[in-house]
Every structure is written in C-alpha cells, then in structure tokens.
C-alpha cells in the first residue's frame, strides 16, 4: 500500500513537498488555492457521515452521551465554584457549548480514526501553539474558533498525539493564532450613541418598573409590537441588549482536572479529558465576573416571566442571569427562531431549546410527545409585500452556506457534502431553458466559509447574476416572479407566508423528515411545490413559466401551501394576543 502524508486542514504550512497526500477531508482544498493543490497526489479521506445512517444513529448516542456530561460537569463546576447548582441551571449556561463541543470531538476523533485505520501513513505535520490562544471566551467567541483552520487544526493535532500511531513533525509558526478569534469590543460612534440613547431611556424606565416585571429579550417580535405587549402585562417597556463577556485571562492551575464519571469508549475518556483543557473562560476562570455582571444588571430581580427567542444560545449574561431566576420558580419561555425546526428529523438546537423551557412557543406545529411545545404561530410576521409577481421579470434562487468542518448535528448537509449541494444547484440551472437561466439571480450568503461561492458560480455560468447577501431580501422578491428555494430552513416558510410563487427542492438524503412532517411535503409535491431532484424542479418552472399565476394562485396549491404554513409557519393576525394567552397561562401555573 502506498505511503501517504496526512494533511488534516487547509494551513499549507502543513503540507509536504513531494509526498502523496492524504487529506482528511474536502475543507482541506480551499477552491481559490486550486492551483497550489489540484496537481498534486492526493486522496481525500470519505466522509464517515456520508453514511446517514450512521450520522443519525451517531446523533442518538451523542444526545445520551451529552447527558452524562452534562451531569458530571455541573457537579463538578459546582465543586470548583463552591456553588449549588442545579442540573438544569448549569444546562441553560453551558449546554450549547457543551453539545456543539462533543459532537464536534466525536467527528474529528471517528476522523483520524478512520484515516490511521484505512490507509498506510508516513507523517503529518503540527504546529505547535500556546493551548491557552486556543480557548474561548464564551460563545460569542466560540464560533470563531470552530470555523477556523486552525483551531481545528489544534483537534486534530491533539487527537494524533493521544493515539500515538502515526510520526508527528512540529513546527512553528510566528504569530499564526496570537488574537485572531478574539472579538473587538470596539464599537462605532454611531453605534455608541445609539447605546448611549437607550441606556439613558431604560434608566428612566427602570424608575417605573417593578422587580417582578415580565422580561422579554430578543424575541424577534417587531419593536412596536414588542412595546404593546409590554403594555399588555401593565408593565413600562424596556429595550433589552446583548451583553458583552468579560474577557478573562486562561488560569492552568484551574484547569488541572479530569471530568470523572463513567467512561464507556476511549473517546469518552478523551473527552472528558478534553472538556477542562477546552471550556470557555467564562465558565471556569470568568465565572465570577459573569455572575457578578448578570447581579448587577437594572432588570428585575424577581421577574414573573422571562421569554426570548435568541438569547438563550451565545448571549452567556443573560444564560447566566436565567438560569438563576428558574431556580428561584420563574419560568422560562423559548420561542423559535427560525426555520427546521419541527420538521427536520433530527436538530440538537431544537432538542436543547425544548429542554431548557418551561414552555416552547413554536411557529405552529407541535409534538405529542412534548408537551411543553406549544404552537403559537409566525413570531416574526412576513407578509405580503403587494407586488403582483407574475408582473416581475427576475427569479430568485437563495442558496445555502454551511461550514467547511462540521458543528451542531443536525438533518442537514454535513461538512464536504456541500460540494453535493451546491452541484444540485448547478444542475438546476443547467436544466433550466435559457429563457429562465437569463432572469436569475442567485442570492448567495454574506458567509462564505471559505467555500468560494463567487467563484464556483462565475467559473461555471460567466453570465448569472450574483447577489453576496447584502441587498435586502424584500427588496430582491419585489423583483421576482418566481422564488427557488433550495434546503430546509427559514426561507421558504418565509415565501409561503408572503405568498410568493415558490418551488422548492433538496434531496431529500441530506436534508431528512422527521415523520410528522412527511405527509405536509407529499402534499407540496403533489401539487408541484416541492421536488427532491433538481431536474424535477427544473422542468416545473419551465411548464408553469407563462401561467404562473394561474399555477400558483390556484385552489389545490393554495389549499396545500395554507394548511403547511397552519403547521409551520402560521401568520396570524392575533399573534399578540396569542402571545399574551401563552405567557400568562405560564405564569399562572407556577
């Protein structure tokens, strides 16, 4: 078997001369840098997770797994910090690190795994780094490290000195990760004004208020709504913000610990080797400061209800103020925000939000075997902009972006399967008659990740119009007469609500139903909505082209699009006073 050098990222300090390559995945190609890797020997590591089987079986135990974590950290935090805490506490402030971080491990150490096993390795190289420059502060920051080479570089490289199976080369690197993922708390003057303002109008409010308000943070209500159900619970409205994390400095002898507990694979045991090494600052070193910030914030101290559709994620202020307040009986109410949910067959987001709440508000549809689910109906609220689309000229194709490494699991593409996607959209176009061809645009995401969407477009359709995800949304849809949509998130449940002419298609390997939701897709389908092939979707649009509005405002297709938005996307002219029902039942039953 031929010997190859294992290359496990796209840092090219890392790379050989003249040895054939093994890479440990398609995140390691960066399409811009073609011309530093495509005349090279290489072999790509397969994906394990192009088994999807195997991803959803893997999300299972990785679910079961995060339970015990979670268990034996909060004892252990509580230990360190000489605190009391509760199981579910410590879940609403260090549960979605937690879940992203171990799933995250799992992949990377399956990785190696496989790529030690299958193939005959000569050497790789590592880069040697301060481990301190490689932990975050919170999860505002974390993002920035798990997308990044080279903190996934730092996995892979920890993983291969564990295993101890393959010749490690290191070397260094001057000033490769000094500060570069730390955030700038800088802000623009404009910026500061604007915070300056509302500060200045929550401390007069706060005159008027009472410890036992309700408290609403990011909800993703629209402002003047937000204000009248503030009204609604007899209460002065106050405009909540992000607040930043402390920065803490990385303390070793506070991280001299292994997480004991039951340990069932050496993976398990490497993780919980891994956890004290890697969690964030603001749970171990800045776990003072943060819960001295939270105590020392004008909200109130004893508040009825808490509810937020966003903050409940990276916003570690207010998790660690929350997460007080429920152990003290307030309840805590999580709204959706965004789409997937309730439809896609597995999401740890979803799964983790449901969990931390009291009640879950959902945008319509619910689930027997939780009841705190409660459907509530379109938070955000798109409606019809007016525009007779038939009248437009212009199709809209929105694509999707998702890292180069994988993150959260959920059922959607998974690292190098992208590549798969994005030649589904190719393919799409291809089979489009180029009377429609010349009316796209394609709205690309203001992220990249790296993955060069520009230029993938460019090479292969010179001519197609690209927009790089800064020209609102509304003002794109006014143009267009018909709306593509292609994977499973907030997009089409946005179009459908709108009541823009939408064709809809994935495939359906990648971006799996759970069941509830499969007979609300048969009827997209039936009605030519929804397709799992590009070229399916290709040909509808060219057979209802010059009738589009006769397609799409017809009975059958408005029935079905109506009874799926009841179940997923439901706009509702009494959302405030849903909303109002569903918080002051809340209330009530504590």
Known sequence: MKSLFLVTTALEETWPENSPILFLGEWCKIYSRKNKWQNLETE?????WDDRNKLYHDYLYLKEFHERLLSDLAVK????HGVNHSKRYWRIL????LGYFSQMLFDRWVTIHQALDRYNLSETIIIKQPEEDMIPNGMVEFPHFFLSDEWNHYLYATILEKTNRLKLRYITVSDRFTEKFRISTKNSQKRNKKQFLLSIYNKIAGFCSFQTDAFFISSYLPLRKEIQLNFRFRQIPQIRRLVPVESSETDVHKRDWYLS??????FESFVRSMIPRQ?????LEGYAKLVDKANSLPWPSSPKIIWTSNAHNADDVFKAWAADKTEKGCP?????HGGHYGSGKWTFVEDHEVEISDRYLSWGWNDPKRSKVYPLGQIKGKRPL??????QKRTLLVSAILPRYSYHMYSSVVAGQWLSYQQDLFHFVSELPKFIQDTLIIRLHSEDYKWNQRLRWQEKFPNIELDEGFVSMDHLISQSRLYISTYNATTFLESFTMNIPTIVFWNPEHWELRESAVPYFEELKRVGIFHDTPKSAALHAEKIWDHLDVWWNSEIVQLVRERFCRRYSHLTEDILDRLEIALKEVVASV
């Open 279 to 283: 969690i964030p600052k603001s749970y």
């Open 77 to 80: 935090l509580n230990e360190i």
């Open 332 to 336: 805590l109410v999580i709204g959706q």
């Open 44 to 48: 790509v590591l397969p994906n394990h």
């Open 94 to 97: 260090i549960g979605p690190w």
């Open 386 to 391: 007016g525009i007779d689309h038939s009248a």
């Open 261 to 266: 507990g039951e340990s069932k694979s050496e």
